[in-house]
């Protein structure tokens, strides 16, 4: 790992780039114990963490599906929320095409990726 990212950092530098280490973030899974390596870039040492999100997903250092559900689950009912309350503002209850496609816009895409993240290892 710690050779990798030693290759992004020659890549950053070709490139002028800088990679901001201040937001950089690791996650040893299904490792414990005080013994775990510590990685860098440039010499800066990367923040160790139990969980982290990546692509609005948070995953957690044991793999545990409800860890992870637990963070799926809040905001998807609060976008359910916010739909809901939307709807109701707005005056559209009698408008049952306005919460549908709301709802195919901003909660199925979010259940659809949660899914095909976490469902993978399943599906043969």
């Known amino acids: 790992m710690q050779t990798m990212l030693n290759c ?11 990679i901001n ?3 950089s973030e690791v996650a040893h899974f299904n490792l414990s114990g005080s013994n775990l390596p510590v990685f860098s870039v ?5 923040a160790h963490k139990e969980s982290l999100k990546y692509l609005g997903m948070w995953s957690h250092k044991i793999i545990s599906m409800a860890k992870s559900s637990e ?3 809040g905001p998807f009912m609060a976008s359910a929320y916010r739909i809901r309350q939307f709807v ?11 919460p ?4 195919k816009t901003y909660l ?3 259940g659809m990726y949660a899914s095909q993240v976490r469902g993978a290892e399943y599906v043969k």
């Open 8 to 18: 992004l950092d020659r890549y950053a530098r070709r490139k002028h780039l800088l």
């Open 21 to 23: 280490t201040a937001k």
């Open 42 to 46: 440039d010499g800066e040492p990367l």
């Open 71 to 73: 963070h799926i689950t």
């Open 88 to 98: 109701q503002e707005h005056a559209l209850g009698d408008r049952p095409d306005v």
């Open 100 to 103: 549908l496609w709301l709802g």
């Open 108 to 110: 199925v895409p979010a």
